[in-house]
């Protein structure tokens, strides 16, 4: 391939991702901020003004591929069309397939009044009867001015919206509505990634399903939003979210603190108690099973002392009291910081906490009786 090609290629593909998926650097690149002449004030008229949004959305998406066709031979000097079936003339074609198909979609919603766009019909999916979806647009508008609601970024592409009466899901292409009134939410799945970002390793999100039936069966659609936005969204909801009981996840930052702390403690060599154990000062419940124990190599800036106190705390209230000596702004540092013994202050890191190994000689080679799983 041209080299001239190879390069435009390259800068085309990088314009049209942030152009598609919306970042905090590229928002000068949404649909929004170029079409923002066309589309007006969100406000005014937000069913109106996601129904022209849909519309440039789908006009700037399905002309990408021709205005790349054209630009490899305004740019590149490439014949505008090329002899037999190569990879360029399919392009061109199929880019101008998009785009005609495109402009008829736009055409067929504006000649009907747009009664016939998605967000139209999702709204008479809500109604009683099909001269009611007006209506209820009319209170969408007044309700989503309202001061009280949520914005939750489901991802790149989709928000969802919640006011006091509405759950709005903005995608691309439509906007799926429920009324709170109407709406029963259920929590489906959890899915877990490894996030290097956050200080707990994790990022946990729930795939929430919105059934808002009373008039249409089956109009159904799923967000999905991360768990630490769970409770804002359960505090401007009207009703509780459902959570089957096979479903669990982490309520809190905390909650995916201690999990993570506790199997990195979980590493940590084993200490053979030789005190009585009793049971934790911190919840009374548990017995306690950490015991402080210099296990790290000496950070010349910052060491680690020893502590002589006997074990007292179990893994949980240590993992909280780890935990509540952090720096809540900067997550990143939470498992490489240190921390100080609750009772002689010594300083300690993760490392330096060693479950009991309650096996009572030492004989038996490795012991796992006290492992956490
Ligand atoms: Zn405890
Ligand atoms: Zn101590
Ligand atoms: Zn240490």
Not at 59 to 73: A, C, D, E, N
Not at 126 to 146: A, K, P
Request: proline share 4%; glycine share 4%.
């Amino acid at each position: 391939m041209d080299e001239n090609i190879a390069m435009f290629t390259l800068s085309y593909i990088l314009m049209c991702s942030c152009l598609v998926f919306r970042t905090v650097f590229t928002s000068f690149l949404s649909v929004e901020n170029l079409c923002s002449a066309i589309l007006g004030d969100e406000m005014d008229n937000f069913v109106m003004y996601h129904i022209k949004r849909t519309c440039c959305t789908l006009f700037i998406h399905s002309s990408l591929l021709l205005v790349y066709r054209l630009g490899v031979s305004w740019i590149a000097n490439y014949p505008l069309v090329d002899d037999g079936l190569t990879i360029f003339n399919i392009i061109g074609i199929l880019g101008i397939v998009m785009q005609t198909s495109a402009c008829i979609i736009i055409y067929y919603w504006w000649s009907h009044n747009w009664k016939t766009h998605p967000i139209s019909q999702n709204l008479m999916a809500l109604g009683e009867n099909e001269s009611h979806y007006l209506n209820l647009g009319w209170h969408l508008n007044i309700d989503i001015r309202s001061p009280r609601k949520e914005v939750f970024r489901c991802s790149s592409l989709v928000d969802v919206v919640v006011t006091e009466k509405w759950i709005v899901k903005v995608s691309p292409y439509s906007l799926d509505l429920a009324q709170q009134q109407d709406a029963i939410l259920t929590v489906v799945t959890t899915d877990t990634h490894a996030m290097a970002a956050t200080g707990t390793g994790i990022a946990q999100f729930l795939n929430i399903k919105v059934n808002c039936t009373p008039h249409r069966e089956n109009y159904t659609f799923y967000i999905r939003i991360n768990v630490l936005d769970f409770k804002d969204l359960q505090e401007i909801l009207r009703k509780r979210v459902i959570i089957p009981r096979n479903v669990t996840f982490y309520r809190s930052i905390a909650d995916q603190f201690l999990d993570v702390f506790k199997e990195h403690v979980n590493q940590n060599p084993y200490y053979l108690p030789v005190e009585e154990i009793e049971p934790c000062v911190g919840c009374y419940t548990n017995p306690a099973n950490v015991k402080l124990v210099k296990n790290c190599f000496d950070d010349v800036n910052d060491p680690c002392g020893n502590c002589n106190c006997k074990p007292m705390w179990c893994v949980s209230c240590m993992g909280q009291w780890f935990y509540s000596r952090q720096d809540e702004g900067h997550p990143e540092s939470w498992l490489s910081s240190k921390c100080t013994c609750p009772l002689c202050r010594s300083v300690f890191c993760i490392l330096d906490i060693s479950l009991l190994d309650d096996v009572p000689n030492g004989n038996q080679g490795f012991h796992f009786v006290n492992r956490l799983d």
